[in-house]
Structure formats: structure tokens, C-alpha cells
Nanobody, 116 residues
């Protein structure tokens, strides 16, 4: 059974850092693309970043240079490291994978609040 479980969301001050985890089961993360998305209150869900099966990552302009994605294949976990955080980073963060046509899987999300 394919499952993604995010964790690590918290309240953090502006300028601070936070690392989110996306624990995967039912498939191996190094064989598939993992995306991170976020949804701020009252806004549509937006794409944050991606890590490809080969390890290449890319990010939305709004987070480029501040966020990184890594993975631990021994634990089957993908991480979203967020640095120099801003109030506009406040959102529920989701990870997603696509295992084939029409086979998207999402986690339940983890809430991040950036506030002083």
C-alpha cells in the first residue's frame, strides 16, 4: 500500500529554519519523483519543489536559494529543508509522488507557521 506521511511542521520565527520529512511506504523513493507543495490559508495549492529519481532538484522561484530537498534512501524518507523562512512561507506542506498515469499519491500535510 502506497503511503506518504509528512511530519515536522511547527511554529518558527522569521529567519528561522525547519526541516520537514516525507516518509514513504509501498514504493522506493529513489525510483520516483517526489514533489513538495504547499497551501496557504485562503490560497490555492502551489508547487514548491521537486527531487527526481536521479537526485536532481528544482524549486519555485519563491523559495529558490532558501529551500533544499534531500533524501535518505535507507529510511525511504525525503526531506524539505527550509531556511531563512518568511511569514509568507506559512502553509500546510504536502509531499506527492506519481507512480504512473493517474496514480498520484499525496500525504496528509503538515502545518508550518512562520510568525514572531
Amino acid at each position: 500500500q502506497v503511503q506518504l506521511v509528512e511530519s515536522g511542521g511547527a511554529l518558527v520565527q522569521p529567519g528561522g529554519s525547519l526541516r520537514l520529512s516525507c516518509a514513504a511506504s509501498g514504493f522506493t523513493i529513489h525510483s520516483y519523483v517526489i514533489d513538495w507543495y504547499r497551501q496557504a490559508p485562503g490560497k490555492e495549492r502551489e508547487w514548491v519543489g521537486i527531487i527526481l529519481s536521479g537526485g536532481f532538484s528544482d524549486f519555485a522561484d519563491s523559495v529558490k536559494g532558501r529551500f533544499t530537498i534531500s533524501r535518505d534512501t535507507t529510511k525511504n524518507v525525503v526531506y524539505l529543508q527550509m531556511n531563512r523562512m518568511r511569514p509568507e512561507d506559512t502553509a500546510v506542506y504536502y509531499c506527492k509522488t506519481t507512480l504512473g498515469p493517474g496514480r498520484d499519491y499525496w500525504g496528509q500535510g503538515t502545518r508550518v507557521t512562520v510568525s514572531s
